[in-house]
């Protein structure tokens, strides 16, 4: 069974960058669509950006552009640049698996204006 670990969370200003990491442990991470969600206070979780186990890339459109998803599967990791943050991209960034029930333990990003 696969289990994924989140880090790289914290507090930035507007404008500023930050760079998540998703861990996965398990057989057969690299073979896996890896995606990071998000979720605000009062907000459901809502999907940011998804990766293939070619790299192909995905994003929902708000983050177009700012954000940039990458993985190395030497050390079966998934990484989530976030540039030109935002107030409004505060939430708790969770990776899945994509399409399972798979998820991570959540790090909470705080932008402040």
């Known amino acids: 069974q696969v289990q994924l670990a989140e880090s790289g969370g914290g507090l930035v200003q507007a404008g500023g960058s930050l760079r998540l990491s998703c861990a996965g442990s398990?057989?057969?991470?690299?073979?896996?669509?890896v995606a990071w969600y998000r979720q605000s206070p009062g907000s459901e979780r809502a999907y940011v950006a998804a990766i293939t186990a070619d790299s192909s890339t995905f994003y929902e459109d708000f983050v177009r552009g700012r954000f940039t998803i990458s993985r190395d599967h030497a050390k079966d990791t998934v990484y989530l640049q976030m540039d030109n943050l935002k107030p409004e991209d505060t939430a708790v960034y969770y990776c899945?698996?994509?399409?399972?029930?798979?998820w991570g333990q959540g790090t909470q990003v705080t932008v402040s204006p």
């Open positions: 899945n698996v994509y399409r399972t029930d798979i």
């Open positions: 398990g057989n057969g991470f690299w073979r896996l669509t």
